[in-house]
């Protein structure tokens, strides 16, 4: 008789005495167990290979799955704004450190604190997941980066608006918008890599197999180059019809805020829908466990 383990990739084949097949049925059944447990293994495979996906399946994926298309919001809204905010941010820090000393301290000043920022934020998203939930903690970096953006592009747009506030410190709008700026790609950054990215992974944990490799390949063909080429195909086209990055800044900003409250608007709809999954996996993990218990207390002589 063919047994086959289930731990390993190999057959162990077991031929003793009185357990050969007695007829060619016995045999045809063993045969067939031997079928069913191979095409298991191949599937078993198979979802475990990472699926290759075209532009067109990958757009038709995200049209037929909402799950999926807001969780592909997500990632092409943060590759949209953090590349409109940090090319304009390092035109002003060229302009107030044109020195390539001065600017290389500063940057090297602000990854030192990017890194530290990190870890910190690691740790409060940690936290923030365990007593708010996968929906608040989604909702920590758009949040954060429409705050500081409207900050910061207002210091650029209507620098004399905050002329009190720098003659407190002694410094110019433009320092100050360089500060700003400096703090919104920090924790923005930060935050992305302490609630961003672990939020984005524990929204696939509910999926079925299927729905977690094609959802991450269609993100993969689709959402992170859109993500990263949009901003700076939306940056390009400004400042051709504007002329200069300098005068499309209103036009980023307004386009940054419309990006922000999509973003937004995806991750409080993905928040909803991750509650739903969630609970339909665990009312079906329920049923299995009770069902698994009644097949034991069945099992058991009377």
Not at 176 to 182: D, H, M, Q, T
Not at 259 to 281: D, T
Request: net charge neutral.
């Amino acid at each position: 008789m063919l047994f086959r383990s289930t731990g390993h990739d190999e057959v162990v084949l077991r031929i003793e005495a009185g357990e050969l097949p007695e007829s060619a049925e016995e045999g045809a059944e063993d045969a067939g167990a031997w079928d069913e447990a191979a095409a298991a293994e191949a599937a078993a495979k198979k979802a475990k290979t990472k699926t290759k996906m075209t532009i067109r399946e990958s757009a038709a994926y995200l049209a037929s799955s909402p799950y999926i298309r807001n969780l592909a919001a997500l990632v092409v809204c943060y590759g949209m704004s953090i590349n409109l905010v940090e090319v304009t941010w390092k035109s002003k820090l060229k302009q107030q450190f044109p020195d390539p000393n001065q600017y290389s301290v500063f940057m090297g000043n602000f990854s030192a604190c990017t890194g530290a920022t990190t870890i910190v934020m690691m740790l409060v998203g940690r936290q923030i997941l365990q007593r708010f939930g996968w929906g608040a903690a989604a909702l920590v970096t758009p949040s954060m980066m429409l705050g500081t953006g409207v900050v910061f592009f207002s210091l650029i747009l209507q620098p004399g608006a905050w002329t009190p506030l720098t003659a407190i410190f002694g410094m110019t709008p433009l320092m100050l918008a360089v500060i700003v700026g400096a703090a919104q790609n920090v924790f923005t950054k930060s935050a992305k890599y302490g609630m961003f990215d672990p939020c984005k992974e524990i929204a696939y944990i509910p999926l079925d197999q299927e729905q977690k490799t094609k959802g991450k390949a269609a993100i993969d063909v689709i959402g992170n180059p859109l993500g990263k080429s949009g901003g700076a195909f939306i940056q390009q086209f400004l400042i051709v019809s504007c002329g200069s990055l300098a005068a499309s800044a209103p036009y980023l900003a307004v386009l940054l805020g419309l990006i922000v409250v999509g973003w937004i608007q995806a991750a409080r709809s993905l928040a909803v829908q991750f509650a739903e999954v969630s609970a339909e996996q665990d009312a079906a993990a329920a049923k299995d466990a009770e069902q698994g218990d009644g097949t034991e207390m069945t099992a058991k002589p009377a």
